[in-house]
């Protein structure tokens, strides 16, 4: 098994079980990096320290101990996010496991803001993850769509946020997710009832200075802002569904999902048990980098930073050879004699994330790193991989039917719900 | 007509429109009052001065021509709450019978948050008044009950919250509505789809800042009640009941309420342009006094500060001798020499709201006021307009049935909606 470091800086460890950091989290004042659900940014432009961020979330990380548990449990291999690290912290995690060890069962919940019609291959990763998760466990999965959040965060019409959340539960869709254990929905369809109720009784327990604490917003902010929280809370507590959990209403959560996203879950956590819910366990990956590097961001308003579910192989063959950036040394000669930089070489990240093969891709790492493969030939491997992974989710997606979308978007049972 | 001091201070009049004004009030500083949705109150125990709030909110008096008008257009005497001055203010109401006059229609909008089982008489003014707007301009009227509200600022849960406002619901049919052109709704059972999507608009464009003006929230507030304006605004636009409206988004909205409300719908006067939709147009009360005078309080806590629905004639009797405050004299020859104090006087007070005969009113405000008639004679005629009134309340609602409960509240077209 390729280890965690292939992605990750070696690292001294994190203090260990973060569960009763929650409180404390926000509290702290280190500006040296900024983590948040709209922003991520190292200082001077730097990477982002995961190890600090674990330790200031209070999360735990995910050790190689409790992936060979998952292995073990679900007599599969761990997918290949899960064994290099990609998902690389937790909280409770191992609680999902003892239950799941007891024949107990739980659900699955993640999402996604649909701020732009096409998806990167960034947006694909939680996706790719959950699928394996749903698989792997046989278990009901509900996926947020916060048409809501875009239509306030990035000034959309309500009926253009609307459009996007059904473009994007296309691409969702095309993942691959099973039609019979899978509920989609969107804020602006779903809101009300239950869910309404939750959000109510989530938001009580929930000051403003505290928002302010976890999300950094002002006063100048909107209220739209500040009432949002609940509603990326609420999916975690199977009551929010009666369609779907009536009478489970101990059912755990397990929420796959970026680290970013942690803020609303920390809050999410502090909140149930004095709403007599179970706490929501995650799961949670580091981010996907941009074309330009680790410390380059990934833009909507920069095409060339990122891969398009919708790039022809054409197009990823130009950004693939034109953008990444590579660790490989600036002449043949010193990158024979030095090697790639593999901490900082794009290329070999990404087929980090999606070269499924672990014996090529320690091969391609042992021979890169040595300076014996040169930059063109990774960028050929991964311009094929991408190519081939793009192309098969475009036909997935063109076999996407708006019937399809009816039904995985319709508030009914789940048939197959576990099993 | 019984002029309007009756109820009121004579004045020196109000600035003229005030429809300029909205944005300005929150900003003042004045403390010698403070009225808003949830604190009614004077300083050092003194009386609401209502020309002070008329100014400050910056809407404007109902003078006697606007009355007049309205007698006019719907061809049968004003209500005794207008003849009175009861309901002394407005904004934009004008704008709302020049719309009549073309033979246009609007709808009225006005609402409870069902924090008690019993309603008192207080409670019951807004419900008699709506109707007799419903009745004179046969429009339909949507009825809001804001449990959603109560849950949060009463610390109520969800489920006691929803039961009250159930419960409300019937006090408020047996106001005699007419069953054909009202709906009735709770939040926790109708926010969501359109309604939700025009929470959302307004959150939008409302800053905390502007809600801590507005209503004076503090950072220390939870976000439960930081969202909850939006939820109270939106019943103002058509489009949040796409079953009632469709088709009919430029349906002006008059909404009947008590001045302490004005704050909601000024942020909603202030916010309705920026997204395309028509101001809202009020018609405001002042508030019912507490039976221990203009300057106590009417309080959940003591049930001898009001009379209350379920009051038996009994209790009615014994309370109002007992607890009304009188204006009159302390000996009956002061009383003959110096008359009675109407301007503090409370059974006076409750005969202007509840005898609807303007010439015994005239009768005893000219006797009472010259020390001819005593105070137990006055309290007497009261007790006999109450306990009927209460009698006749408690007969009405025991005639609603669950059947026409869920009715009202069914989201339905409305089969007779004007005329």
Redesign the interface.
Known sequence: MAGEELLLPTTTNSKGRGADKEEEAEEEEEEDQVVNPWEVSAKDGGRIDYDKLVDKFGCQRLDPALVRRVERLTNRPAHAFLRRGVFFAHRDFNEILDLYERGEKFYLYTGRGPSSEALHLGHLVPFMFTKYLQDAFKVPLVIQLTD?EK??WK?LS?EESKRLARENAKDIIACGFDITRTFIFS???????AF??NM??V??????????GIFG????????K??F??VQAVPSFPSSFPHLFTGKDNLRCLIPCAIDQDPYFRMTRDVAPRIGYQKPSLIESIFFPALQGETGKMSASDPNSAIYVTDSSKDIKNKVNKYAFSGGQDSIENHRKYGANLEVDIPFKYLSFFLDDDDELEHIRKEYGAGRMLTGEVKKRLIEILSEMVERHRKARAAVTDEMVDTFMAVRPLPRMFG
Chains 1, 2 share one sequence.
């Open positions: 809501d239509c306030m000034n309500v804020d602006f369809s779903y809101v009300g009832g309404y109720e109510v009784k938001a009580k327990c929930v000051t403003f200075n505290k928002v302010v917003f002002t006063p100048e902010d909107h209220i739209g500040i009432s929280p609940p």
